[in-house]
Structure formats: structure tokens, C-alpha cells
T-cell receptor, first 113, second 111 residues
Framework: ETGVTQSPTHLIKTRGQQVTLRCSSQ?????VSWYQQALGQGPQFIFQYYREEENGRGNFPPRFSGLQFPNYSSELNVNALELDDSALYLC????????????FGSGTQLSVL | GQQVMQIPQYQHVQEGEDFTTYCNSS?????IQWYKQRPGGHPVFLIQ?????EVKKQKRLTFQFGEAKKNSSLHITATQTTDVGTYFCAGPIRSQGNLIFGKGTKLSVKP
């Protein structure tokens, strides 16, 4: 067990809808990274939050946005869902900006119909 | 853009055989990390290599970081069914430091 929890575990949405995914980081960790993992692929970096500020962003459109709260938990919001957004969304927590040793949650499986 | 590539994509072995996966980066890396994802699970951190030419061992697993810090390998000796899963290497994006992952090598082990 990593101590990183994500909710919900599964979600079904229709194209055009909006979704919010949640992540609680491991105790003592102040950095949260979000990844999208399509079936059979490696995790793709979406963005990272360090002490409530965005600290890096991958090649994802602006309809992917996020927040980090004072307790270091985080949200990932996706607007105007597209079919290709169907994937496993992974949250990972770590300590500091150095991106060493990420602890992943079990993920949210999002299906867009 | 910066890429991390892994080969092979899939590897099927008989239990007891050895297994190796290779990771190559398009740029020099400050460090490389390896993760394992079991079927239906999430990536779990295995190890981080930092120094040029570094070799680290964890029981039957041997990890190497190339002299030029652009490639790495993971070797498993005498595979067991518990080794089944996908092995990912990951390195930091030069401009940001955030980790990018390779596509992984999926290992299956036949008992």
C-alpha cells in the first residue's frame, strides 16, 4: 500500500461532459503528479503540482486542468470529454520537486461513451 | 521532443529463463528510475540510478545505467511467475524535471 488514494475507481461519462478526479497524497508528500495511461501504453505526464502551484505540464490541451489544496490533495478536471480521453488516470505523490520515487495510487478508470 | 524508448515491447519466457529489457533516452538523463506494474495494478517504484555506469542489484534483478547516461537495462535472472508484469523506465524531462515514462516491456512467464 502506497498511502495514495484516488476516487472514484471507475467512472463512465458521455462525450462533451466534464469530470473531476480526486487524489489524496501520501502523508508527508507535498507534490502530486497526474498521468494518463491508455491501454497497453506507458503513463503519459499531464501535469504536476508542488505546494499548490503548477510545476510542469505535459502535452495536454487546456481542457485538462488541476488544483492542489493546502493539505496537498489534488484534483484533475477534464472538460468537454472526448472518446480518446478514455484511459486509466494515475495520481502519484512524492516529496519535493526532484521527482524521485513516485508513489502511485490505484487509478481512476475513465470510460467516455 | 524528448523521448524514452524501451525494447522489447513484449517478452514471453519459460519460468527459470533470464529476461532483459532495455531503455534508451534521446537525451542525457540526470537519473533513471524503474517501475513495475502488475496486471490490473499501478506502477510501483523499483529503483533509481544516478551515476554513470552505476549497477545495482535487488535479489534476482540487476539494473544498469549506461556510461553516457542515455541508456539503462534491467536483467532478471531465473524468472519466476511472480515477475509477471510490465516494466517501465522513466527519466526526467530536461526542461522541467518531471518524469516521462517509456512504453514498457510486458513480461509473461510460463510455468
Amino acid at each position: 500500500e502506497t498511502g495514495v488514494t484516488q476516487s472514484p475507481t471507475h467512472l463512465i461519462k458521455t462525450r462533451g461532459q466534464q469530470v473531476t478526479l480526486r487524489c489524496s497524497s501520501q502523508s508527508g508528500h507535498n507534490t502530486v503528479s497526474w498521468y494518463q495511461q491508455a491501454l497497453g501504453q506507458g503513463p503519459q505526464f499531464i501535469f504536476q503540482y508542488y505546494r499548490e502551484e503548477e510545476n510542469g505540464r505535459g502535452n495536454f490541451p487546456p481542457r485538462f486542468s488541476g488544483l492542489q489544496f493546502p493539505n496537498y490533495s489534488s484534483e484533475l478536471n477534464v472538460n468537454a470529454l472526448e472518446l480518446d480521453d478514455s484511459a486509466l488516470y494515475l495520481c502519484a505523490s512524492s516529496l519535493g520537486r526532484r521527482n524521485e520515487k513516485l508513489f502511485f495510487g490505484s487509478g481512476t478508470q475513465l470510460s467516455v461513451l | 521532443g524528448q523521448q524514452v524508448m524501451q525494447i522489447p515491447q513484449y517478452q514471453h519466457v519459460q519460468e527459470g529463463e533470464d529476461f532483459t529489457t532495455y531503455c534508451n533516452s534521446s537525451t542525457t538523463l540526470s537519473n533513471i528510475q524503474w517501475y513495475k506494474q502488475r496486471p490490473g495494478g499501478h506502477p510501483v517504484f523499483l529503483i533509481q540510478l544516478v551515476k554513470s555506469g552505476e549497477v545495482k542489484k535487488q535479489k534476482r534483478l540487476t539494473f544498469q545505467f549506461g556510461e553516457a547516461k542515455k541508456n539503462s537495462s534491467l536483467h532478471i535472472t531465473a524468472t519466476q511467475t511472480t515477475d509477471v508484469g510490465t516494466y517501465f523506465c522513466a527519466g526526467p524531462i530536461r526542461s522541467q524535471g518531471n518524469l516521462i515514462f517509456g512504453k514498457g516491456t510486458k513480461l509473461s512467464v510460463k510455468p
